[in-house]
């Protein structure tokens, strides 16, 4: 493939307006040349930031002069009709700076910004740490996405799922995670970000420090929580709700402490499924309205279970399958 028409091609890919073989022909070349292509697209990209001022008569020229040296089989006239069009104008742009030597900036900077992406897909909690030394305690079925190297501007982090974070204080680097159309802002702090695909809210719990909490498309609409405050975000609403406490075994996750005042079983059977990944349930609806008073504080399954059987003088059966309580309590 001659380089006029691979500079053509990548410019209809990337502006996602080629044909369907013209796709395959530009997916084989990005699979054959991954270095290559990330940086041509990084340099679209950068053409999509208002800041970005490339000298785009200059790199359209040149695409026109490669146009015009195409051969016989082609047809100038249509092409000349697409490309120019101003999104191939801003698309030429962003191949050709390759070659005029605009974008050496990016490659330096894709160097210095790799990513990495985590998932727990165990029962066991994920611990990470970041390149800054904050602390991140990763929930099952989580995924966390962060750079090798903050950048100088702010430490920025994206989760899906739920996370325990425990950030490194600097004032003058922001610590910021986007989640499930979120945005948490922080100096230097502990709290939990919840946000599950299964629910229709996304939860944030200050255990220290303060955060800023926000829709990300209304950060006009920002909640400062301190400690021992949370904040909820609908999804459906897209608003934010503060919230003056929290239920403390919402982390239990991370903490490994459970604590009931008066909570009904039907609550505790849920709430220990949760924490031990296995079914516990009621033999009959009779138990769900007992109440239960205890502190479960890191304990196993089978010593949680034994716990609240004896408070409540219940029976239970526990096997590889989850756990079953039975009998009857007095409420």
Do not use: H
């Not at 380089?3 to 044909?19: G, H, V, W």
């Not at 395959?24 to 340099?43: C, F, H, S």
């Not at 990495?116 to 929930?139: C, H």
Request: with cysteine.
């Amino acid at each position: 493939m001659m380089e006029q028409d691979l500079d053509l091609l990548l410019a209809k890919y990337f502006a996602e307006e080629a044909s369907q073989e013209e796709q395959l022909m530009a997916k084989n070349w990005i699979d054959a040349n991954p270095e290559e292509a990330a940086v041509l697209k990084e340099a679209w990209q950068a053409t999509q930031q208002p800041r970005f001022e490339p000298n785009v008569d200059l790199a359209w020229s040149k695409v026109e002069r490669q146009i015009a040296t195409q051969g016989s089989n082609t047809e100038p006239t249509r092409q000349r009709s697409l490309f120019s069009r101003p999104l191939y104008r801003w698309v030429a742009a962003a191949v050709v700076l390759i070659t005029v030597g605009v974008v050496g900036w990016l490659i330096n900077q894709s160097t210095q910004s790799q990513w990495v992406t985590k998932f727990s897909e165990t029962r066991q909690v994920m611990p990470i740490t970041l390149a800054d030394g904050s602390k991140v305690w990763l929930n099952k079925q989580s995924q966390l996405r962060y750079p090798k190297a903050f950048d100088q501007k702010e430490r920025k982090v994206m989760l899906k799922g739920e996370a325990f974070f425990e950030i490194t204080k600097n004032p003058r680097l922001p610590f910021v995670i986007e989640a499930a159309g979120t945005t948490t802002k922080v100096l230097g702090t502990s709290f939990n970000i919840q946000a599950k695909k299964s629910t229709n809210e996304v939860k944030v719990s200050v255990a220290t420090g303060k955060v800023a909490f926000f829709a990300t498309d209304r950060p006009q609409q920002t909640v400062l929580l301190t400690k021992n405050q949370q904040g909820v975000y609908n999804k459906a609403q897209k608003q934010v709700v503060k919230k003056e406490s929290y239920d403390a075994n919402e982390l239990t996750w991370q903490t490994g402490v459970m604590v009931f005042k008066q909570e009904k079983l039907s609550k505790v059977v849920q709430l220990l499924s949760e924490r031990y990944g296995k079914p516990v349930k009621l033999e009959s609806a009779a138990l769900n309205d007992c109440e239960l008073t205890t502190t479960l504080d890191k304990l196993s399954l089978k010593d949680a279970v034994e716990v609240v059987a004896l408070t409540l003088n219940i029976s239970f059966q526990i096997n590889e399958n989850g756990v079953l309580f039975k009998g009857t309590c007095t409420k």
